[in-house]
């Protein structure tokens, strides 16, 4: 019989334009979980915590492409960049460069998306727009071989206001216009739109999202 974890997964992909890739969030929920929705066909998740993910990554099918999905310290990454498929949610200079010198390391290149503060929420993290195009004005991030900028990576604000929701990701969709053409117009890499979780999705993938996050409407709630 098909699981819950099966069958919600289903719902959700029959709801994606094709070419929308899904990252299943299971922050906070059991590996058993992850297994049924492994066993489900899913192979990317998304975790926002240094250790959880560790200890997920150490017992869970090596074919999983695990994406960084939190705020990631500085002192943190060593510990998943011999693993990390991507990570998301880069908004410093420092950060990028950091994930840059432990890439080397570990003789890889790490995917990571450029993080921007959109919503109206103070409490998240991210980068402001013209925090953003000066870093990349600014041009250090060009040295950094061990990095692949692949796109760009936003929550919406948590509020019922559709508009504003999709005013958000608009926003997100021209940015990403603007410094694709600026500054990766010849990188074909660079083309990630991360946007979208559970309550917005449906929103988002109107919106030119490439990558939406999906976690309770395929687990449930979180139990913090
Ligand atoms: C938790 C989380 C999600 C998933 O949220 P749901 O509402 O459970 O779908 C997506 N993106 C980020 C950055 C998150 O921290």
Not at 65 to 74: A, D, S
Not at 161 to 180: M, N, P, Y
């Given at each position: 019989m098909e699981t819950d974890v099966a069958?919600?997964?289903?719902?959700?992909?029959?709801?994606?334009?094709?070419?929308?890739?899904?990252?299943a969030i299971s922050k906070f929920h059991p590996s058993e979980c992850i297994m049924e929705a492994y066993d489900a066909g899913q192979r990317v998740f998304g975790e926002s915590r240094e250790q959880e993910l560790a200890v997920k990554a150490k017992s869970?099918?090596?074919?999983?492409?695990?994406?960084?999905?939190?705020?990631?310290?500085?002192?943190?990454?060593?510990h998943i960049a011999p693993y990390i498929a991507m990570i998301e949610a880069v908004d410093s200079l420092k950060l990028?460069?950091?994930?840059?010198?432990?890439?080397?390391?570990?003789?890889?290149?790490?995917?990571?998306?450029?993080?921007?503060?959109?919503?109206?929420?103070?409490?998240?993290?991210?980068?402001?727009?013209?925090?953003?195009r000066k870093m990349l004005e600014e041009g250090e991030w060009r040295a950094l071989d061990h990095v692949c900028i692949c796109g760009i990576m936003m929550m919406a604000s948590n509020v019922d206001?559709?508009?504003?929701?999709?005013?958000?990701?608009?926003?997100?969709?021209?940015?990403?216009?603007?410094?694709?053409q600026k500054y990766f117009a010849d990188d074909d890499r660079f083309c990630e739109r991360s946007w979208g979780m559970s309550h917005d999705y449906h929103v988002a993938v109107q919106c030119r999202s490439t990558?939406?996050?999906?976690?309770?409407?395929?687990?449930?709630?979180?139990e913090y």
């Open positions: 069958r919600n997964l289903r719902e959700v992909r029959s709801a994606l334009p094709e070419g929308v890739r899904l990252v869970l099918p090596k074919d999983i492409e695990w994406h960084f999905i939190g705020h990631l310290q500085t002192n943190k990454v060593k990028l460069k950091e994930i840059n010198r432990q890439a080397e390391a570990n003789n890889r290149v790490i995917k990571v998306l450029l993080e921007l503060h959109i919503a109206e929420e103070d409490t998240k993290y991210g980068l402001s727009l013209d925090d953003c206001d559709e508009g504003q929701i999709r005013s958000e990701f608009s926003l997100a969709a021209s940015f990403f216009d603007e410094v694709k990558m939406v996050r999906v976690g309770t409407a395929i687990f449930g709630e979180r």
